[in-house]
């Protein structure tokens, strides 16, 4: 919102989605109802536990950014793989269960039981729900509006099971937070713990026992409108390193070509040469040939 305002102002238009400001629209209710999967899903900072070395002991290992594209081609044969069971995946889910799949690999070569992946997912849409008032308002929302949901399973388990299975895991997972009455907990647990600052423990401590990783979408993020007066970007992406040892992972629509996604990935090096040996017909490097 922020960057299409900016564009817009830039070539002297009006900004055509006027943002809220309207903080009233998260106020917590007045019988606060929290459930007790918050507890498991956020922490106060003071309940951090002392800082601990990062799971990955070797010396040459350590987060860095790299950007692929995924073919729709691939994204499909993804999706229907992870709907052989019958049950209907999107391709979201569908990617996430791959990538799980293929941390999960080298977690077991570094004798690790489990591994945590997260999903964040927007509130606007559930707090707008049978409100139409209110959904426009959010809609306009200037802020985020977000919850990260994340599942922990056994690593032989993800490597083992069918991709339709492990797509059930994320799908369980992100069931429980893609409700309106979740993120109205979110907000009654935000005001319980006030005024001590809060974060997602899968940021905090979700690699303590094995690698931990967040997949977000930038698939409504409007790169080909992104023009500030010298003509619409050819490639737009993300720089994300938030400080913690949890990977993160973010998909957006290519610019070149339709239904192809562009993957930003802040993950450990190891981890991204395992991808690129074992899925690399997936996982394609992004060329300047490719975006021309």
């Known amino acids: 919102m922020f960057l299409m305002s900016w564009a817009e102002i830039a070539r002297s238009k009006s900004i055509s989605l006027v943002p809220s400001f309207r903080r009233s629209l998260l106020n917590p209710r007045r019988l606060g109802c929290i459930d007790p999967s918050m507890d498991l899903m956020y922490m106060p900072i003071s ?114 099971k069918p991709l339709s299975w492990v797509a059930n895991q994320v799908h369980d997972f992100l069931d429980q937070a893609v409700t309106k009455e979740h993120f109205l907990g979110l907000i009654d647990w935000v005001e319980a713990h006030r005024p001590e600052p809060a974060l997602a423990k899968i940021y905090s401590n979700g690699s303590y026992d094995g690698p931990a990783f967040v997949v977000s979408s930038g698939q409504r993020f409007p790169v080909s409108k992104m023009d500030f007066g010298w003509g619409c970007p050819v490639f737009g992406s993300y720089h994300f390193p938030w400080g913690g040892d949890a990977g993160y992972v973010m998909p957006m629509p290519s610019p070149a070509r339709e239904g192809d996604w562009v993957v930003y990935m802040h993950l450990f090096k190891r981890q991204l040469e395992l991808i690129e040996t074992e899925a690399g017909n997936v996982f394609r490097p992004l060329t300047f040939d490719y975006l021309v």
């Open 47 to 160: 309940s951090l536990p002392p800082p601990k070395d990062q799971y990955h002991q070797t010396p040459n290992d350590h987060l860095i950014s790299r950007i692929y594209y995924i073919t729709s081609e691939h994204l499909n044969d993804l999706q229907l793989l992870a709907c052989s069971n019958g049950c209907s995946r999107t391709k979201l889910e569908s990617f996430s269960a791959f990538l799980w799949k293929m941390v999960a690999l080298l977690a077991a070569k570094d004798n690790f039981e489990v591994t945590k992946m997260g999903i964040v997912v927007d509130g606007r849409v559930r707090l707008g729900e049978d409100d139409k008032v209110k959904a426009s308002l959010m809609s306009s929302y200037f802020g985020n509006v977000l919850s990260i949901p994340f599942g922990s399973q056994r690593v032989n388990e993800l490597i083992e």
